[in-house]
């Protein structure tokens, strides 16, 4: 085999290895059963909805939405276009504690009375503070129509509906905290900088490494190319 062979093949194998740290999935998603027991104006009402939660980078942070598969609640009265108003709660976990408040439009359809109350699909930011992987559960869900509000509070200790590896403005991994804003759902941003302490080096995450793996891949290139070079003039020597 020639030498340029075995330099592209050993290309190859770098580049491949950066693909495929770069192609690792930072983030992992599960519907959810939650359990929600509604303190309403007429009473206790309840009823358990596969939970999904989904969260889209978008410039420093995340879009999250969360999605209700079933209705949670009812009307004794029906429900005019535009009268009823769902918020809720996305719990953080792992390496960063906290809360994101989500929100939707009101219902654009009449909901008719004694029928299960379909949620739209929720939205709120969450801009990260530390690094690691972050963990977000379906927490209180708020409803609020014709003048009432109905509170509905998860009762069966549901799990993590999405898990994202995120990078904090700061760097530096660890627990932390996030509150939703009460509009848009936006979440507060952390402060920039963050050098980490106690002599420790600072860590690299899954891009970095990838991007490591790539100017590796470069260097091998390189190298093989001046080999191939210098092989070749010093044949044309010899032959000379």
């Known amino acids: 085999m020639s030498n340029q062979k075995r330099t592209t093949l050993a290309l190859a194998a770098a580049l491949a290895g950066s693909i495929v740290v770069a192609g690792a999935p930072a983030a992992h998603a599960e519907v959810v059963d939650v359990n929600y027991q509604c303190v309403t104006p007429i009473g206790p009402k309840g009823a358990v909805s596969p939970i999904d939660i989904k969260g889209v980078k978008s410039g420093d942070g995340y879009k999250l939405t969360m999605s209700f598969q079933k209705g949670v609640s009812s009307s004794p009265v029906e429900l005019g276009k535009g009268a009823m108003n769902p918020s809720a709660v996305i719990e953080l976990g792992g390496a960063e504690q906290g809360k994101v408040q989500v929100t939707g439009p009101a219902n654009s359809e009449a909901i008719p009375a004694n029928t299960p109350i379909k949620i739209s699909d929720l939205s709120g930011t969450y801009t990260p ?16 129509a014709l003048g009432t509000t109905t509170t509905c509070t998860p ?17 530096s991994s660890g627990g932390g905290s996030a509150d939703g804003g009460s509009t848009g759902g936006a979440s507060t941003g952390g402060s920039t900088g963050g050098a980490s302490g106690g002599g420790e080096l600072p860590r690299t995450g899954p891009l970095d490494s990838a991007v490591a793996l790539g100017t590796l891949g470069g260097t091998v290139l390189l190298t093989g190319a001046a080999g191939v070079l210098w092989l070749t003039r010093r044949g044309q020597r010899s032959a000379g």
């Open 155 to 171: 009762k069966n200790s549901p799990g993590p509906s999405l898990e994202l590896d995120v990078q904090g403005a700061g760097g």
């Open 129 to 144: 503070k530390k690094s690691g992987k972050v963990t977000f559960t379906a927490g209180v869900l708020t409803i609020k």
